[in-house]
């Protein structure tokens, strides 16, 4: 069965350091994959999306993920972070079906330490 | 920019209400969809619908129904309202299979 795996329940990195954010999916074809992000109290925002192509794919708010067949990861990363990007941040698995589910990790929260 | 609008950001609701939640795209997608989220276990999807009057059961439908009567409005039907569905509800649209969902700004729910 198709599955998404954000190993980091919540993460905190200073302003201005990189960020990687892991994510690994179970699939048996080639998978349609994205990030999202949630602030607090608000629905969820497309960050990137990875259909096919080049591997490194680059995202709106500076965010860019890497796409690792071998691997089956798919880790979102950011240079130097801002205290803006304090959120939850969700990987998804697009499934092949009549109806086009879309399986959604667990997420990962990001805080920002000052 | 895509818009999707979730009738309410906060609702209070007792025990055994029939609750309704509603969403309403401008976009003409195809395929609309509703979720809950809870702390832990991201995004479960209810419900969702790829064409007027057409709904498939998602992971988690009981306790749910739904209603797709028009193309841009696709609402949620908690028949007989229980504390275990309180919960944040997310709407999403897809233009069309395998493209990106939108999502609106969810309303959380809270069953007394």
């Known amino acids: 069965a198709q599955s998404v795996t954000q190993p980091d329940i919540h993460i905190t990195v200073s302003e201005g350091a990189s960020l990687e954010l892991r994510c690994n999916y179970s699939?048996?074809?080639?998978?349609?994959l994205f990030w999202y992000v949630q602030s607090p109290g608000q629905g969820l925002q497309l960050l990137l999306k990875?259909?096919?192509?080049?591997?490194l794919v680059q995202g709106i708010k500076g965010f860019e993920a890497e796409f690792k067949r071998s691997q089956s990861s798919f880790n979102l990363r950011k240079p130097s972070v801002h205290w803006s990007d304090a959120a939850e941040y969700f990987c998804a698995v697009g499934v092949y079906s009549s109806a086009s589910k879309i399986i959604f990790g667990s997420g990962t929260r990001l805080s920002i330490r000052p | 920019d895509v818009k999707v609008t979730q009738s309410s950001r906060y609702l209070v609701k007792r025990t055994g209400e029939k609750v309704f939640l509603e969403c309403v795209q401008d976009?003409?997608?195809?395929?609309m969809f509703w979720y809950r989220q809870d702390p832990g276990l991201g995004l479960r999807l209810i419900y969702f619908s790829y064409d007027v009057k057409m709904k498939e059961k998602g992971d988690i439908p009981e306790g749910y129904s739904v209603s797709r009567e028009k193309k841009e409005r696709f609402s949620l039907i908690l028949e007989s309202a229980s504390t275990n569905q309180t919960s944040m509800y997310l709407c999403?649209?897809?233009?069309?299979?395998?493209?990106?969902?939108?999502f609106g700004d969810g309303t959380r729910l809270s069953i007394l």
């Open positions: 990875y259909f096919s192509g080049d591997t």
């Open positions: 976009m003409d997608h195809e395929n």
């Open positions: 699939y048996g074809a080639t998978p349609y």
């Open positions: 999403a649209i897809q233009k069309v299979d395998n493209q990106p969902q939108h």
